[in-house]
């Protein structure tokens, strides 16, 4: 079983910045894949990013490519979103999810665990 913990969500302005981090129990963190998703109040739940076990690939959502990075420490067990150039429409609750496979998916029945997420909210 892997428990997920996000943190780092806050209110900013439009072109502000964030960096979200999520914290994973277990000894297996490093073998599988760490996604990013968002859901906005009345829509569904949407891929944002995704990082294969080793941090050396990722996977973005058009969205927020060149404006968004996700990386992983594995020493620590942790997953970070960093966040430039907010917009008002990349307000949402972000989750942080664990797949049990060392490969990346931007699919959401993909991954196995998920955090309870955390709240963005970016103001124009």
């Known amino acids: 079983q892997v428990q997920l913990v996000e943190s780092g969500g806050g209110l900013v302005q439009a072109g502000g910045s964030l960096r979200l981090s999520c914290a994973a129990s277990?000894?297996?963190?490093?073998?599988?894949?760490m996604g990013w998703f968002r859901q906005a109040p009345g829509k569904e739940r949407e891929f944002v990013a995704a990082i294969i076990w080793s941090g050396g690939s990722t996977y973005y959502a058009d969205s927020v490519k060149g404006r968004f990075t996700i990386s992983r420490d594995n020493a620590k067990n942790t997953v970070y979103l960093q966040m430039n150039s907010l917009k008002p429409e990349d307000t949402a609750v972000y989750y942080c999810a664990a797949r049990r496979v060392a490969t990346m998916t931007s699919l959401r029945s993909d991954y196995n665990y998920w955090g309870q997420g955390t709240q963005v909210t970016v103001s124009s």
């Open positions: 277990g000894r297996t963190f490093s073998s599988y894949a």
